[in-house]
T-cell receptor, first 116, second 114 residues
Framework: EPEVTQTPSHQVTQMGQEVILRCVPI?????FYWYRQILGQKVEFLVS????????KSEIFDDQFSVERPDGSNFTLKIRSTKLEDSAMYFC??????????????FGEGSRLTVL | AQSVAQPEDQVNVAEGNPLTVKCTYS??????LFWYVQYPNRGLQFLLK??????LVKGSYGFEAEFNKSQTSFHLKKPSALVSDSALYFC????????????FGTGTRLQVFP
């Protein structure tokens, strides 16, 4: 069964450092998402991406965050200068067609980011 | 704005007993409703969805959920709980008329005791 894959599974970084989290969505999917989950808390929407541009973003997704689909397969989340409060599990998700009959998102296993 | 409420942080049930995990939603347009399950240190796994049609939807692992438009609820149910069902359950909603993003509830931890 096709799946969304994420790397790294865990990254530890110093505050102020740049971090790039990588995702390979399911190959025929068209919409891509990043969500995050601070330990023990709810899953929060960060950003959605379609046709090589951001379609929606949350208040969390400020200027420190960016997304890119550099080569047609990878989908990356970059945090420019990490803060302690960026420590969380980051989930990538993909979806075939927005608003289509198959509404579910397919999630990766997550990348745990720890900022020291 | 769309939102989802899961009023119970934790639900405890004995193995073999029926279980219910509650969810209510608020959207301005038509809702797509979902349940996801998260096992420890794992990602979110899709369980079931309501898009349209029959209000009772069946999903993976024997779970089902009932869409109730008048009560704006989408409770998750299973007739006979298993210890292996113990996990974190998230209800989610998409307001299909206004957005593509999925909004999650705060999650309910299900603990099934042998």
């Amino acid at each position: 069964e096709p799946e969304v894959t994420q790397t790294p599974s865990h990254q530890v970084t110093q505050m102020g450092q740049e971090v790039i989290l990588r995702c390979v969505p399911i190959s025929n999917h068209l919409y891509f998402y990043w969500y995050r989950q601070i330990l023990g808390q709810k899953v929060e929407f960060l950003v959605s991406f379609y046709n090589n541009e951001i379609s929606e973003k949350s208040e969390i997704f400020d200027d420190q965050f960016s997304v890119e689909r550099p080569d047609g397969s990878n989908f990356t989340l970059k945090i420019r200068s990490t803060k302690l409060e960026d420590s969380a599990m980051y989930f990538c998700a993909s979806h075939v067609l927005a608003g289509g009959p198959n509404g579910e998102l397919f999630f990766g296993e997550g990348s745990r980011l720890t900022v020291l | 704005a769309q939102s989802v409420a899961q009023p119970e942080d934790q639900v405890n049930v004995a193995e073999g007993n029926p279980l219910t995990v509650k969810c209510t939603y608020s959207v301005s347009g038509n809702p797509y409703l979902f349940w996801y399950v998260q096992y420890p240190n794992r990602g979110l796994q899709f369980l079931l969805k309501y898009i349209t049609g029959d209000n009772l939807v069946k999903g993976s692992y024997g779970f089902e959920a009932e869409f109730n438009k008048s009560q704006t609820s989408f409770h998750l149910k299973k007739p006979s709980a298993l210890v292996s069902d113990s996990a974190l359950y998230f209800c989610a909603v998409r307001d299909i008329d206004n957005t593509d993003k999925l909004i999650f509830g705060t999650g309910t931890r299900l603990q099934v005791f042998p």
